[in-house]
T-cell receptor, first 115, second 115 residues
Framework: DARVTQTPRHKVTEMGQEVTMRCQPILGHNTVFWYRQTMMQGLELLAYFRNRAPLDDSGMPKDRFSAEMPDATLATLKIQPSEPRDSAVYFC?????????????FGPGTRLTVL | GEDVEQSLFLSVREGDSSVINCTYTDSSSTYLYWYKQEPGAGLQLLTYIFSNMDMKQDQRLTVLLNKKDKHLSLRIADTQTGDSAIYFCAESMGNYGGSQGNLIFGKGTKLSVKP
């Protein structure tokens, strides 16, 4: 049963600390997306990759957020330094990126709390 | 710009039909999606419809698309308490016209099913 996995599922940290979230896309998927979900803003696209290359990270605060794909099986989202306003659920999604559909498959999310 | 709008809440009684509505702005959208999010979980793809279709039915789910009015609806027949969740509408332009395959999500409609 192929699915997107994310670690950790929950993270509580103090303001100023570095946070790293990891995502393993479905094997064979070549597009990876990072989203942030909050009650106020809903679902926001932070960044996405195709074939490990970043295509768009305009939704991401550049001064503290960074997203990378060290290899095809791992995507990371890092926040340094973290702030209380970063508290949210962060979702990773992956897709085939084929010409027929943009179906995205979501992971279970990382719930981040910054104190 | 692209925008997807949904009403925020819907409450129905168990056994009734639920209709969740969505409007979108980009007439060049190729695919339109419905995702379901249960508490504490990621978004799960329910169904999608290609823009040249008017209707798609899948068991208890019926998707209706009015391309002229840019209106999409999701009907759930015989709604059950297990259908209580947040339902997200999303649009995509596919991999054409400069789109890189990302989805534009609405803010979600919270469906509450009362026994």
């Amino acid at each position: 049963d192929a699915r997107v996995t994310q670690t950790p599922r929950h993270k509580v940290t103090e303001m100023g600390q570095e946070v790293t979230m990891r995502c393993q896309p479905i094997l064979g998927h070549n597009t990876v997306f990072w989203y942030r979900q909050t009650m106020m803003q809903g679902l926001e696209l932070l960044a996405y990759f195709r074939n490990r290359a970043p295509l768009d990270d305009s939704g991401m605060p550049k001064d503290r957020f960074s997203a990378e794909m060290p290899d095809a099986t791992l995507a990371t989202l890092k926040i340094q330094p973290s702030e209380p306003r970063d508290s949210a659920v962060y979702f990773c999604a992956s897709g085939l990126g084929d010409r027929n559909t943009d179906t995205q498959y979501f992971g279970p999310g990382t719930r981040l709390t910054v104190l | 710009g692209e925008d997807v709008e949904q009403s925020l809440f819907l409450s129905v009684r168990e056994g009734d039909s639920s209709v969740i509505n969505c409007t979108y702005t980009d007439s060049s959208s190729t695919y339109l999606y419905w995702y379901k999010q249960e508490p504490g979980a990621g978004l799960q793809l329910l169904t999608y419809i290609f823009s040249n279709m008017d209707m798609k039915q899948d068991q208890r789910l019926t998707v209706l698309l009015n391309k002229k009015d840019k209106h999409l609806s999701l009907r759930i027949a015989d709604t059950q308490t297990g259908d209580s969740a947040i339902y997200f509408c999303a649009e995509s332009m596919g991999n054409y016209g400069g789109s890189q395959g990302n989805l534009i999500f609405g803010k979600g409609t919270k469906l509450s099913v009362k026994p």
